[in-house]
Structures are given as C-alpha cells and as structure tokens.
C-alpha cells in the first residue's frame, strides 16, 4: 500500500492552523498512524486509529479520516512543533509510512 | 521506564555482514512483537521487518527479503537483525521499535510502534 503526503513541506507562523494530508493507494479504513519527528530523534507517536491521541501529547494535535484519505491538524502551531510528520499505514505488511512532511518556521 | 537500545552498527562494504541488536527493558519483552524501521541520511522512514512474541511470525519489506532476518532472544529481552549481502541503500539509521495494541473509544484495536530506540547507524560503503 503506497502512502502519499501532502505537502512535501509547509512554512508557518507561531499560531497558524496547519494541515497534512496522506493518502493510502488502497482503502485502509482507520488503520492509520502518525508520528513527530525533530532532527536526530525518533519518532513519537502523536495519534492512532486515524484520530486517537496518543496519551501525553497535546489536545492542539487532532486527526480525521478513514478509507483511503485522512488528515492531521495542528490548531494552533507552537514553536515545538516544528519537526516533519509521518503517515504510517497498519492495516497490512509492510507498514508503509507517507514521504513526511516537513513544518518549518515562516 | 521502557528503555529500547540498539548496538552493532557500523561501516561495512557492500556484500558484507552486520548484526544488530537491540537491547529491551521497563516492559515484559516476550509479550510484544517488535519491529525495526530504517531511515536513510536525509529520507523518510522504512518499515524493515517485524516479529512476534515467540518469534513463530516474521514479516519484511520486499527489498530486504532474503537478505535479512529478524529473530529475538526473550531470555536476554532482545532483538536481532542479522543483515547480510548488504548494498548501499541499506545505508540507514535502523530503529528498533515496540509494537503495541491500542483501542480508541470505540474498542477499534491500532497497532503502534510507541516507543523506539535511539537507532545505530549503518554505512554501506567501500
């Protein structure tokens, strides 16, 4: 199952409403991950289940969708949340991750 | 507190071998599958393989097929990558990774990968 993200990357604002979007090749229904990832660190899970927090991360981070299309909000951008963000299907193997997207200080 | 660490990474030459390692502790390791995830210099990230608690189910990535294996030792609460014929494109970052069930409000199960290691470099080169 091919995972596609868009945008490949986004500059902005402390603030701004932010929006990634990744779509699956293949309906997956809400088998669905995403993670944070900043510069020389592992990725942290921030939602699963397409739209379930993960506990300890903040109520700004929201996800949405199911199928083949799903979306990950950050409400208001914080200056910790600069960092690229991940996709991953789970719903078969390999569990393919999107091309990341990349959030950077306007 | 879950502590994964991985070992064993490296410079090596294409068509050459390294084994990894990683090192779990704060879970019971024998009741997880566990997974490893690669990243090369400046990529996104691969999903490489996975294993089950017991080590009864292993699963890859295509272009690792043949070439590498997962394998664990729950007595030493340990995960293994032997990786062999290696080539350059399998330079990478290689994470370590706990797989774990979680269930949303409406008990629909997601699998996870919530807690990773710090990853080990692995460099194909000659």
């Known amino acids: 199952i091919r995972m596609t993200q868009s945008p490949f990357s986004l500059s902005a604002s402390v603030g701004d409403r932010v929006t990634i979007t990744c779509r699956a090749s293949q309906s997956i229904s809400s088998y669905l991950n995403w993670y944070q990832q900043k510069p020389g660190k592992a990725p942290k899970l921030l939602i699963y289940?397409?739209?379930s927090l993960q506990s300890g991360v903040p109520s700004r981070f929201s996800g949405s969708g199911s199928g083949t299309d799903f979306t990950l909000t950050i409400s208001s951008l914080q200056p910790e949340d600069f960092a690229t963000y991940y996709c991953q299907q789970i719903y078969s193997t390999p569990r393919t991750f999107g091309q990341g997207t990349k959030v950077e200080i306007k | 507190e879950v502590q994964l660490v991985e070992s064993g990474g490296g410079l090596v030459q294409p068509g050459g071998s390294l084994r990894l390692s990683c090192a779990a502790s704060?879970?019971?390791?024998?009741?997880?599958?566990m997974s490893w995830v690669r990243q090369a210099p400046g990529k996104g990230l691969e999903w490489v393989a996975n294993i089950k608690q017991d080590g009864s189910e292993k699963y890859y990535v295509d272009s690792v097929k043949g070439r590498f294996t997962i394998s664990r030792d729950n007595a030493k609460n340990s995960l293994y990558l032997q990786m062999n014929s290696l080539r350059a494109e399998d330079t990478a970052v290689y994470y370590c990774?706990?797989?774990?069930?979680?269930?949303?409000?409406?008990?629909?199960?997601?699998?996870?990968?919530?807690?990773w290691g710090q990853g080990t470099l692995v460099t194909v080169s000659s």
């Open positions: 990774a706990r797989e774990a069930t979680y269930y949303d409000s409406s008990g629909y199960p997601a699998v996870t990968n919530d807690y």
């Open positions: 704060g879970f019971t390791f024998s009741s997880y599958w």
């Open positions: 289940a397409a739209s």
